[in-house]
């Protein structure tokens, strides 16, 4: 097996299906010869042509639309939306057409795209750069939101991805692409969407987490079996549709929850996935489901991020509250 | 069948002034400039290009956060905001500090803005402008609301606006001037083409011949501008400003320009996407070397006045870096007190969370 980064997998991942499948197009603003920003489809222009893997003009909402079009044509787009932050600018294409077009066409057309885009916090981006906006497209029926934190889920994801017959927002947090390698198979593989993974077993409470909130659960974990505290590190991978069942299964077991997300606290993932925890398992808890989220203000200014982003410690607190109540 | 495309895009020329050897070449449209109006045009193209050095060197030092590169572009930049007035208000992009630094914003304050702190971004009130927009584009339809607003209250300025060549792709830049030229509102919209979005060549952005010409369609005035010489682009401006404000509606001016450095500092490698060849030719028509050699032939500037220029900037700059230095630390409770007017409940309990979490 190979040891790759985050993004190296995500390359290999639109490589595996750029070679299989004629019909997958890559493009996005720098996508091309500047292989993107940051470097995600680098060499694929070089490899498989400017047919299948182009420049577009600067504009989101344009990207979004020919999408749209370039799926009525029985093209696979994977689109690039080269900073998250972007995506209002593509909110119409994403959230007002694509996830609507199988529900709109009473089933008799389909969107088959994967819209890929860098997200995340911790990196000192300017303004509207970082911030995690999943929960908005999350709200939207018809369209999947998966959010890898390994390199192996990242392939296998992203594939799966490109694969399925709906639209997809593969979201990638900048923090994750390059600060670690994980094991990554050679050949092609699948991960399954809407699937949660126990990334660490444990019998005492459960965090739910995705993204680089994933590693700072595990690092939490960590520290609390230190205090002889056995966490369970659920990644949700997908935080649209919701694996339930596996959070419930793990709620059975542990009867204590905390939820770490990197967004604000206001409407986002958290605040659905306890939702449904408390009408599927109430009797099952024996305290209160805590969060540690960001605060509710915008994206902070990248000087005080460090302090804005949720981290380890946050969540050893909010844990040993759970704990002892 | 009337195929119109060819005789529209062969209306637009580049208007120059000044060719790159200095010589003017275009005397008919000379500004009305006095001499120490056209040294003050110089020193602060000067300054400005020691400003980027320094901007570069202390980014790679790690003393300044986001940074995009602006040399090249001095003659578009100065030369357009020159042709200001202190009240018009400006609407600019990540690229366009030095514009905000020249109608008053405090070079502390712009390295703040750097660092990512929110003072940064306080402007001072009669610095009428925005902070620098980073979403591409957004500043035109905003543009086109200042320019309304200004109108209707009966104000003599305009709003000046200013994208890059691949910012004439997003549907806000046909949005803006389009309602801007319902409005006839006051507003000028200034295009930097310095021939690439990030990594991508304007020829592969659009099937337009001219940037200039997408004014036809909003119906509105469109000129192209030789951007590397400082008084073309301050006589097009001046004149867009003058029939602004007279009511007749908002231009779109195109630059040819470009810019020397990286998109920003933050990775990008123009080697990749550029040539030496190309590189070396831009230099050629550089605003800087272009304006003293003018003005040396009008013995209006020396080595020794530019040299003054440049220990001048240095030390304005080692004065505002320490100034932003000393700046207090910003703090998540502040961030969480800008949200609202008043602070909400559930922000007030974050505050104290905060305190608290800031406290350790
Ligand atoms: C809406 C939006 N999309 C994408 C970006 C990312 N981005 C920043 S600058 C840039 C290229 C801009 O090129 P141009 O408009 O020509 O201006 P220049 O940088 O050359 O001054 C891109 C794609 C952004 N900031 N905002």
Redesign the interface.
Same mark, same amino acid.
């Given at each position: 097996m190979a040891q790759m980064t985050m993004i190296q997998a995500i390359t290999d991942a639109m490589r595996t299906e750029l070679k299989n499948d004629d019909n997958v197009l890559v493009f996005g603003?720098?996508v091309?010869?500047?292989?993107g920003?940051f470097r995600a489809t680098e060499g694929l222009q070089d490899e498989f042509g400017v047919d299948r893997v182009f420049?577009t003009?600067?504009?989101e909402?344009?990207i979004g639309g020919l999408s749209i079009g370039l799926a009525l044509q029985g093209y696979r787009p994977v689109p690039e939306i080269q900073f998250f932050?972007?995506v209002?600018?593509a909110m119409d294409s994403i959230s007002g057409q694509m996830a609507r077009m199988r529900y709109r066409s009473g089933g008799s057309k389909s969107a088959p795209i994967t819209i890929r885009s860098p997200f995340g916090g911790g990196v000192?981006?300017?303004?509207?750069?970082a911030d995690s906006l999943e929960g908005l497209i999350a709200q939207q029926p018809g369209i999947k939101v998966v959010i890898p934190a390994t390199p192996h889920d990242a392939k296998g994801l992203l594939i799966a991805a490109i694969r399925d017959n709906d639209p997809v927002l593969f979201l990638e947090h900048m923090k994750l692409y390059r600060s670690f390698r994980g094991e990554v198979p050679e050949e092609e593989y699948t991960v399954d969407l809407g699937k949660a993974d126990v990334k660490r077993e444990g019998k005492d409470v459960t965090l739910i987490s995705y993204g680089a909130m994933v590693h700072a659960s595990l690092k939490a974990a960590e520290e609390l079996e230190k205090n002889d505290i056995d966490a369970e590190v659920i990644d949700l991978r997908t935080v649209s549709p919701i694996d339930i069942d596996t959070i419930v299964e793990s709620v059975k077991k542990t009867n204590r929850v905390v939820f770490v997300q990197e967004a604000q606290?206001?409407a986002g993932v958290a605040s659905h996935v306890i939702s449904e925890i408390q009408e599927r398992a109430i009797l099952h808890l024996e305290a209160p489901i805590l969060r540690v989220t960001a605060?509710?203000?915008?994206y902070?200014?990248?000087?005080?991020?460090e302090?804005?982003l949720p981290n380890h410690k946050?969540i050893v607190n909010k844990v040993n509250e759970v704990i002892n109540f | 069948m009337k195929h119109v495309l060819e005789s529209v895009e062969s209306q637009f020329e580049t208007f120059q002034i000044l060719d790159e050897n200095g010589k003017i070449v275009n005397k008919d449209n000379m500004p009305d400039l006095s001499d120490d109006d056209l040294k003050e045009l110089m020193r602060r193209m000067v300054y400005t290009r020691m400003l980027d050095q320094r901007s570069i060197a202390l980014n790679r030092q790690g003393r300044l $956060?986001?940074y995009a590169p602006t040399a090249g572009q001095e003659a578009s930049q100065l030369g357009s905001q020159f042709a200001l007035e202190k009240e018009d208000y400006i609407l600019p992009g +990540?690229r366009d500090v030095p514009q905000l630094i020249w109608q008053g914003l405090p070079l502390y304050q712009a390295f703040l803005f750097s660092?990512?702190?929110?003072h940064g971004n306080q402007f001072p009130e009669d610095v009428h402008a925005l902070s620098p927009q980073?979403?591409?584009?957004a500043q035109y339809t905003q543009a086109a609301g200042v320019a309304l607003g200004l109108k209707k209250r009966g104000k003599k300025n305009v709003a000046i606006t200013y994208t890059g060549d691949?910012?004439t792709?997003?549907?806000d830049f046909y949005e803006g001037i389009n309602f801007a030229g319902a409005y006839q509102a006051p507003a000028i919209f200034f295009v930097q083409n310095n021939y690439f979005?990030?990594?991508?060549p304007v020829e592969?952005?659009?099937a337009a011949k001219t940037l200039a010409q997408k004014s036809v369609a909003a119906g509105i005035e469109g000129i192209q501008v030789d951007g590397m010489d400082v008084l073309a682009v301050y006589a097009v401006t001046k004149d867009a400003r003058e029939r602004a404000i007279k009511g007749e509606g908002p231009t779109l001016i195109e630059t040819l320009t470009y810019r020397y450095g990286p998109h920003t500092m933050? $990775?990008?490698d123009p080697t990749? +996407?550029r040539t030496d060849d190309l590189d070396n030719e831009w230099e050629k028509k550089d605003p800087l070397v272009r304006f003293r050699k003018y003005l040396e032939g009008k013995k209006l500037w020396s080595e020794e006045e530019e040299n003054k220029v440049i220990e001048e900037a240095k030390d304005d700059i080692k004065k505002a870096i320490k100034k932003a230095d000393e700046y207090p630390?910003?703090?998540?409770t502040?961030?969480?007190g800008?949200?609202y007017e008043e602070l909400p409940n559930?922000?007030q309990e974050?505050m104290e969370? +905060?305190k608290e979490?800031?406290s350790k």
């Open positions: 603003e720098d091309g010869q500047n292989g920003v420049d003009p600067l504009a909402s344009g932050g972007f209002y600018e000192h981006t300017p303004e509207l750069h606290r206001q605060p509710d203000t915008v902070a200014f990248s000087q005080a991020e302090v804005w946050d | $956060g986001f +990540y660092r990512g702190h929110f980073i979403i591409i584009g691949g910012g792709s997003q549907g979005a990030i990594s991508v592969e952005q659009t933050a $990775g990008d990749r +996407y630390k910003q703090k998540v502040d961030l969480i800008n949200m559930h922000l974050q969370e +905060y979490k800031e």
